[in-house]
Antibody
Framework: QVQLRESGPGLMKPSETLSLTCAVSGYSISSAYFWDWVRQPPGKGLEWIASISHGGTPYFNPSLKSRVTISLDTSSNHFSLKLTSVTAADTAVYYC??????????WGQGTLVTVSS | QSALTQPASVSGSPGQSITISCTGTSSDVGGYIYVSWYQQHPGKAPKLIIFDVNNRPSGVSDRFSGSKSGNTASLTISGLQAEDEADYHCSSYTSSDTYVFGTGTKVTVL
């Protein structure tokens, strides 16, 4: 059974770069599927941030594309997200998820990132 | 890309049926089968309950069903139970090879 676990900094200051990692167990990320990042600001809905295919092809939300990098580390079986120049608007719970095709069937528990001066 | 439109809240009594709508455009909901629904209890991660418009993952109650007509997808919960009280989110693939979520709906069991 696949499990995903996010790790992140918790608290950040404006203008810093957010780095998140999703450790995957029970499935090899290089075998198949897509690997997603999704976020949820407090009290709000979900927002798709980016995806990466098992072969390393990235896909981005157009509204965030200029600030986002997504990557795979097949040797460690994890994938990562970097978001530059964060502001208070980037405060959210960040989730990683596995996406077989058009749906996300497994999710991490989420990690809260707060941006505050 | 704009979020798909969902009602902010829907309520019903135990045993009743409720339907949540998810309205997009021909470039997302109306154009593809890749519409999915997620249930999210407070403080928890979303859980997949419907994929590809009307398919249920193994282990999900058959009280949950999905459908689509034109640019609007719908999630119906029949035989409403207290445990169904949660937030529900729809998601769709788009013609830009991206994904978009709905605005989210809070379901209250009266």
């Amino acid at each position: 059974q696949v499990q995903l676990r996010e790790s992140g900094p918790g608290l950040m200051k404006p203008s810093e770069t957010l780095s998140l990692t999703c450790a995957v167990s029970g499935y090899s990320i290089s075998s198949a599927y897509f690997w997603d990042w999704v976020r949820q600001p407090p009290g709000k809905g979900l927002e798709w941030i980016a995806s990466i295919s098992h072969g390393g092809t990235p896909y981005f939300n157009p509204s965030l594309k200029s600030r986002v990098t997504i990557s795979l580390d097949t040797s460690s079986n994890h994938f990562s997200l970097k978001l530059t120049s964060v502001t208070a608007a980037d405060t959210a719970v960040y989730y990683c998820a596995r996406r077989p095709l058009g749906y996300r069937d497994s999710w991490g528990q989420g990690t809260l990132v707060t941006v505050s001066s | 890309q704009s979020a798909l439109t969902q009602p902010a809240s829907v309520s019903g009594s135990p045993g009743q049926s409720i339907t949540i709508s998810c309205t997009g455009t021909s470039s997302d909901v109306g154009g593809y089968i890749y519409v999915s629904w997620y249930q999210q209890h407070p403080g928890k991660a979303p859980k997949l309950i419907i994929f590809d418009v009307n398919n249920r993952p193994s282990g999900v109650s058959d009280r949950f069903s999905g459908s689509k007509s034109g640019n609007t997808a719908s999630l119906t919960i029949s035989g409403l139970q207290a445990e169904d009280e949660a937030d529900y989110h729809c998601s769709s693939y788009t013609s830009s090879d991206t994904y978009v979520f709905g605005t989210g709906t809070k379901v209250t069991v009266l």
